[in-house]
């Protein structure tokens, strides 16, 4: 006879948890705009239930990448093919890192690891936005985190600013993308301007074209600025209107993060290859312990015209993603490849990771039980998890389009 686990049973069948979103949306506009337009999908209609095994997995994973980010040899392997601005170490250790997991049977796979992990401003307002249906499951809701989210994320800005050399508080503080008010995440650079102003600095949201470097200082229309939270993705500062910010951060001018240097070291998804591969991490000195943690990153490979045939005789169970990709753009299932995509990738800057399907939330749409895929988010900075969330969606990959879809919080279990 076979049972079925707490957490597939509470996600098939409970529907008693909903987001209050008129209050959330009512704390993230604070009487300005209304930024649901266009972002009716942002927040799911109910939370991801969570084993505490699986979360505890997770957990030690984002641990065992740490360790590995520190070995001399994974250093050497990393920056070793990255552009030369991502070789400059500054000190600083990286603000928001993103780990991706699917959840499998078989425990937690880590997906990808990303710099400049966008959503947990977001989900630290959603947590205490959910309504519970009864006292008993507003007890099974862990408030901790969200209460302390705060304080974690300024003593990681201050962490930051002291790696670099740096004394006291940064003064001002830029929030960076490219025309920030028409990104799609846009309402949380508002929520992490009021977080960074409660704690005395000064908060710009800032077009990084608008920037300036001259005379040692980077500043936006005459005012300097002391640190960038930085929202780009251009990892590496190549492109043209990003001169400033690269030439900045080249001097060690402005204290930058997530950088170039943190996007080689953790985020380009060639060290899957690495992190995937036991005997390599044991050759470079990694101990057991985080190497058996690091078994919940899927098997993953280069793709290169010497491993194509193999490859495309194993495409249905692989994932084809770009190195330097982000947000699930250029990607594509091996089931679903043609021959000509196929050659396509073949050119170059691409990984084939072993298919690790995500499981399944049921949410409530137009008041009828809807599966929709889930992949859960820890946001950590230095190994430390900031926030644990779930991404609920329908497709290839998260949209933020999908009814009953979108951020949720994690409830564990």
Same mark, same amino acid.
């Given at each position: 006879m076979s049972f079925q686990r707490i957490d597939q049973q509470l996600n098939e069948s409970c529907f008693c948890i909903e987001v209050d979103e008129a209050a959330l949306w009512g704390q993230i506009c604070e009487g300005g705009a209304d930024l649901r337009i266009g972002r009716e999908h942002l927040f799911s209609s109910g939370p991801v239930f969570v084993a505490r095994a699986d979360h505890q997995a997770m957990v030690e994973t984002v641990h065992a990448i740490e360790a590995a980010a520190g070995l001399p040899a994974w250093r050497d392997a990393a920056l070793g093919r990255a552009p030369q601005i991502a070789r400059l170490d500054h000190?600083?250790?990286?603000?928001?890192?993103?780990?991706?997991?699917?959840?499998?049977?078989?425990?937690?796979?880590?997906?990808?690891?990303?710099?400049?992990?966008? !959503?947990? /401003? &977001?989900?630290?307002?959603?947590?205490? #936005? *959910?309504?519970?249906?009864?006292?008993?499951? @507003?007890? %099974? +809701?862990?408030?901790?985190?969200?209460?302390?989210?705060?304080?974690?994320?300024?003593?990681?800005?201050?962490?930051?600013?002291?790696?670099?050399?740096?004394?006291?508080?940064?003064?001002?503080?830029?929030?960076?993308?490219?025309?920030?008010? !028409?990104? /799609? &995440?846009?309402?949380?650079?508002?929520? #992490? *301007?009021?977080?960074?102003?409660?704690?005395? @600095?000064? %908060? +710009?949201?800032?077009?990084?074209?608008?920037?300036?470097?001259?005379?040692?200082?980077?500043?936006?229309?005459?005012?300097?600025?002391?640190?960038?939270?930085?929202?780009?993705?251009?990892?590496?500062?190549?492109?043209?209107?990003?001169?400033?910010?690269?030439?900045?951060?080249?001097?060690?001018a402005a204290v930058v993060t997530p950088s170039p240097h943190h996007h080689a070291l953790y985020a380009d998804k060639r060290n899957l290859i690495e992190l995937s591969d036991p005997e390599r991490m044991a050759a470079w000195g990694m101990d057991a312990g985080r190497r058996a943690a690091l078994s919940h990153v899927p098997s993953t490979l280069a793709v290169t015209p010497e491993t194509a045939d193999d490859l495309w005789a194993r495409r249905k169970a692989l994932f084809f993603k770009p190195t330097g990709g982000y947000g699930g753009k250029a990607v594509y299932r091996g089931d679903k490849l043609t021959r000509g995509v196929f050659a396509e990738i073949l050119q170059g800057g691409y990984i084939a990771q072993a298919l690790a399907p995500p499981s399944e939330r049921q949410v409530q749409v137009d008041g009828a039980p809807t599966p929709r895929k889930v992949d859960v988010r820890l946001y950590a900075y230095a190994g430390e998890i900031l926030l644990t969330a779930a991404r609920v969606y329908q497709g290839q990959t998260t949209n933020f389009r999908t009814p009953g879809g979108g951020f949720a919080p994690v409830i564990l279990v």
């Open positions: 000190g600083p250790r990286g603000a928001f890192m993103g780990y991706d997991f699917h959840l499998s049977p078989d425990g937690p796979r880590l997906i990808e690891v990303n710099t400049n992990a966008g !959503g947990a /401003f &977001l989900n630290a307002l959603l947590g205490p #936005a *959910q309504l519970a249906c009864c006292p008993e499951v @507003a007890e %099974a +809701i862990d408030q901790a985190p969200f209460a302390a989210f705060e304080a974690a994320v300024w003593r990681m800005i201050l962490a930051e600013w002291r790696l670099q050399g740096r004394h006291g508080a940064p003064g001002v503080i830029a929030i960076v993308d490219d025309a920030p008010q !028409g990104q /799609f &995440l846009y309402p949380e650079f508002l929520i #992490a *301007q009021r977080l960074f102003e409660r704690q005395g @600095a000064t %908060a +710009i949201i800032v077009d990084a074209a608008d920037l300036a470097f001259a005379d040692g200082r980077l500043s936006w229309r005459g005012q300097a600025i002391d640190l960038v939270y930085n929202r780009l993705t251009d990892f590496a500062l190549i492109e043209p209107r990003h001169a400033a910010l690269a030439a900045a951060y080249s001097a060690g």
